[in-house]
Every structure is written in structure tokens, then in C-alpha cells.
């Protein structure tokens, strides 16, 4: 995989370098779990930058028809809540 370069933090100016990251997105009420991400990662405060092609190819993913993804594993997720009951 190619190398790509960051800017320094847009938030607190930490720099930034490229790591390997898991994304949870979700849309429409899907959920998905994306691994292996390349996103740059402030070392200061942990904000992730994603390059434009990136980004795009995640946007694809969650465009995909849930019958067409190619499913790795799936997880159990846990939903709670702070709402007062
Ligand atoms: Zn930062």
C-alpha cells in the first residue's frame, strides 16, 4: 500500500501519521464494521483524517447491497442508552 502524507492536526496541531484503523459506520440503520483502514491519526488528540479515495470506497461499502458484501465476521453490538427512563 502506497504511503500517504498527512498535515499537521487541523485541531491541535499534534502530528499525524498513518495507521491501520477500524471504522464502525453507519447509515440507514446498517451498521458495519470496515477493518484495515488507512487513516492518518493525530498522535496528540486521536482525530483521523481519510484521504478522498478512502473516504469514497467507504461511502461504496455502505452503498452496497447487504447481499453483495463480502462479509468477513460479524459482531454482537450492544446498544444501551442515557435517555431518562
Ligand atoms: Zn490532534
Do not use: S
Amino acid at each position: 500500500m502506497k504511503k500517504r502524507e498527512y498535515a499537521d492536526c487541523y485541531f491541535c496541531g499534534g502530528q499525524v501519521q498513518e495507521k491501520q484503523v477500524d471504522v464502525i459506520r453507519h447509515w440507514n440503520g446498517r451498521v458495519i464494521m470496515i477493518e484495515d483502514v488507512p487513516a492518518g491519526v493525530c498522535n496528540q488528540c486521536g482525530e483521523r483524517y481519510y484521504w478522498g479515495d478512502v473516504a469514497e470506497e467507504m461511502d461504496r461499502i455502505m452503498h452496497v447491497a447487504e447481499k453483495e458484501l463480502q462479509v468477513k465476521r460479524e459482531l454482537r453490538v450492544p446498544v444501551v442508552t442515557l435517555a431518562a427512563t
